[in-house]
């Protein structure tokens, strides 16, 4: 059984810092890439940024410049610093990771952190 689990979400103001962790446990094999996703209030869950095992990395327009995804193979964990935040990051983000168990690979999904900027 694999797990996903986040932490690090919180409330801060506009032009502020918060950083996620997600951590996968359980038997694995070998995780392909991984990602953070939002979804705010009435809208539809969106692409915030991912990173392949390799590196590569791939970010949403509207957070190029301020938010950088990394992880640590070592760990199983994917990380999201987020820098100059707005009020319009405000929603859930939830962790995700292509991960190949004994069974072929899938997605596997986080419960999901809160973020809230506020003024």
């Known amino acids: 059984q694999v797990q996903l689990v986040e932490s690090g979400g919180g409330l801060v103001q506009p032009g502020g810092s918060l950083r996620l962790s997600c951590k996968a446990s359980?038997?694995?094999?070998?995780?392909?890439?991984m990602g953070w996703h939002r979804q705010a209030p009435g809208k539809k869950r969106e692409l915030v940024a991912s990173?392949?095992?390799?590196?590569?990395?791939n970010y949403a327009d509207s957070v190029k410049g301020r938010f950088t995804i990394s992880r640590d193979n070592a760990e199983n964990a994917v990380y999201l610093q987020m820098n100059s935040l707005e009020p319009e990051d405000t929603a859930v983000y939830y962790c995700n990771a292509a991960i190949e168990t004994i069974a072929p690979m899938r997605d596997y999904w986080g419960q999901g952190t809160q973020v809230t900027v506020f003024s």
């Open positions: 990173i392949l095992s390799g590196g590569g990395t």
């Open positions: 359980g038997t694995i094999f070998n995780i392909y890439a």
